[in-house]
T-cell receptor, first 114, second 113 residues
Framework: DTAVSQTPKYLVTQMGNDKSIKCEQN?????MYWYKQDSKKFLKIMFS???????INETVPNRFSPKSPDKAHLNLHINSLELGDSAVYFC?????????????FGPGTRLTVL | GENVEQHPSTLSVQEGDSAVIKCTYS??????FPWYKQELGKGPQLIID?????GEKKDQRIAVTLNKTAKHFSLHITETQPEDSAVYFC????????????FGGGTRLMVKP
């Protein structure tokens, strides 16, 4: 009965590779997000997406792109991976319904770029 | 954009004592202030939140206060227990910012038995 799930939990890859992280939510929410948590535990928003609008944090490199096959999924694609991309990536979801509402987070994906 | 600062970065208390974590925000348009608890190897979990039309909210041992004029909000945990040990994050959000959360830097709370 997991609310927000992510796969894989761990991802180890070489510099220059392209990789994807999958996220699924079974809460019926209309908005999904990706956050990055660096080695100092600082959490930063990367994207906010619903079926109408994608909002991108201006600091996110264009090597990162979210892709949503349907309302319950928001995958994160990363091209040409760099050492600095190593972090824990969290997916989250919420039901916006015209007002700010609580976000539920997934368990995270630890990405290590060698 | 929004900037959220959180203090202290680490907090050590004795079991049974109270713990207080404070945050300030910069954007007066922010109207939603959640607090998250993150345990080792897990995602952040919402423990309490407050909206800008409320000054205080309490849920058992946890309470949050909001001062909109001063743009600061605080988390209060009473009768702390060892299982309260975790990293706590405050955050701020507004509808006109796409509902995206801006997080504080986190507070590592250690409750000593």
């Amino acid at each position: 009965d997991t609310a927000v799930s992510q796969t894989p939990k761990y991802l180890v890859t070489q510099m220059g590779n392209d990789k994807s992280i999958k996220c699924e939510q079974n809460l019926g929410h209309d908005t999904m997000y990706w956050y990055k948590q660096d080695s100092k535990k600082f959490l930063k928003i990367m994207f906010s997406y619903n079926n109408k609008e994608l909002i991108i944090n201006e600091t996110v490199p264009n090597r990162f792109s979210p892709k949503s096959p349907d309302k319950a999924h928001l995958n994160l694609h990363i091209n040409s991976l760099e050492l600095g991309d190593s972090a824990v990536y969290f997916c989250a979801s919420s039901q916006t319904s015209g007002s700010v509402s609580e976000q539920f987070f997934g368990p995270g994906t630890r990405l290590t770029v060698l | 954009g929004e900037n959220v600062e959180q203090h202290p970065s680490t907090l050590s208390v004795q079991e049974g004592d109270s713990a207080v974590i404070k945050c300030t925000y910069s954007d007066s348009a922010s109207n939603y202030f959640p607090w998250y608890k993150q345990e080792l190897g897990k995602g952040p979990q919402l423990i309490i939140d407050i909206r800008s039309n409320v000054g205080e909210k309490k849920d058992q041992r946890i309470a949050v206060t909001l001062n909109k004029t001063a743009k600061h909000f605080s988390l209060h945990i009473t009768e702390t227990q060892p299982e309260d040990s975790a990293v706590y994050f405050c955050a701020a959000s507004s509808w006109n910012a796409g509902n995206m959360l801006t997080f504080g830097g986190g507070t590592r709370l250690m409750v000593k038995p």
